[in-house]
């Protein structure tokens, strides 16, 4: 499974994301992360459908839209329309995940479903045959620039032992808060071959030359067959 770098642009200048975006694709970025808060799952507001469509217009790789919000099945068709690629949905807030899941792939969208800091595992047991990715968080999510917690590294082995149980070896593993490239051989080690970085990228001088530090020390960790 190939390793890919996912800049989050919610540690971007939001006057001037398409320059931002410019610089991480120069860099290597392999995808735009794209944190959608509502103020009442998270704390924080960001940004809604408008601005991923004016993003998409300039993005060359896809968009990464990870949805910090309550009730996301009312959104995703226009997250869907604005040109989402992927999306990825909190396990917390859905009781009806199959349902959201499906309702995402039927959208032409990949379905990854999302796992808070104190979220168990096992939360996954019942619909890991049906995601296309996983994402685990290694910070509590509403902010960027947290420090990373360290049993994530555990969490995602968990989380790639279940995927395997399950069949589905061709789903991979998302890692996103506090990645830098001190710690990325780590979660990269441990299974996670979708990298999400905000600040490590974009508070730096020079964001296009840490997304291609970043994806040369994670690409150094991974095996010689997913590279
Ligand atoms: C946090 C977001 C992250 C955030 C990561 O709630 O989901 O994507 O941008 O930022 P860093 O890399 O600074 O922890
Ligand atoms: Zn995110």
């Not at 398409?18 to 995808?31: H, K, M, S």
């Not at 068709?77 to 040109?83: C, S």
């Not at 685990?136 to 947290?146: E, L, T």
């Amino acid at each position: 499974m190939t390793v890919r770098i996912a800049p989050s642009i919610l540690s971007a200048d939001f006057a001037a994301l398409g320059a931002a975006i410019a610089a991480a694709e120069r860099g290597g970025a392999d995808l735009i992360h794209v944190d959608v808060m509502d103020g009442h799952f998270v704390p924080n507001i960001t940004i809604g459908p408008p601005v991923v469509q004016s993003i998409k217009r300039v993005a060359t790789v896809p968009l990464d839209v990870h949805l910090m919000i309550e009730e996301p099945d009312r959104y995703l068709d226009a997250f869907a329309d604005a040109g989402a690629d992927m999306m990825s949905v909190h396990v917390e807030v859905l009781p009806h995940l199959h349902r959201t899941v499906h309702a995402i792939k039927a959208r032409g969208v990949k379905a990854g479903v999302v796992l808070n800091p104190s979220t168990p595992v096992l939360m996954l047991d019942e619909i890991a045959a049906d995601v296309d990715y996983v994402l685990v968080m290694s910070v509590n999510p509403g902010f960027g620039g947290q420090t990373f917690i360290p049993r994530s590294e555990s969490k995602v082995r968990a989380v790639r032992a279940l995927l395997d149980r399950a069949g589905n070896r061709d789903a991979p593993i998302e890692i996103d808060g506090g990645i830098d490239v001190h710690n990325v051989a780590r979660v990269v080690a441990a299974g996670a071959t979708m990298i999400v970085a905000g600040s490590a990228i974009f508070h730096t001088p020079d964001p296009e030359r840490a997304t291609r530090e970043l994806k040369a020390a994670a690409l150094a960790a991974a095996p010689i067959a997913s590279r």
